[in-house]
């Protein structure tokens, strides 16, 4: 606990540390994944100082799953299915991203600067 406060401290935010993970043809085939930390800046993600400073602001948390109840169009944007875990402004992030109907879409869209297109 107190590593952590000292951490942030010095830094003057919590930490983003991302592994994500992206699979084109859905899970069913091979996927690639790439790390990112902001604060400092680092990784293999491709554009990483570009999706740190896009992550920076975000007033809310980007990765919070649609909520439960939500009327979303039925149509379908494709197989491709994301998986992004670590912390995000010190807080543990584990979650899922498909495009399986207007919401995940929108939901995706919002964080696809992290989901290269080219594998």
Known sequence: MVTALVALALTGAPST??????????R?????????????????LPGRTAACRRLAAFRDNPFLPVPSGSICTQIYGGPREALVRGTFRGRRVWTAFRRRNGCEIARWERVAFLFPARL
């Open 17 to 26: 540390q991302l592994s994500v993970t992206v699979w084109p043809q859905g």
């Open 28 to 44: 069913t085939q091979p996927g690639r994944t790439w790390a990112l930390r902001c604060g400092p800046v680092s990784g293999t």
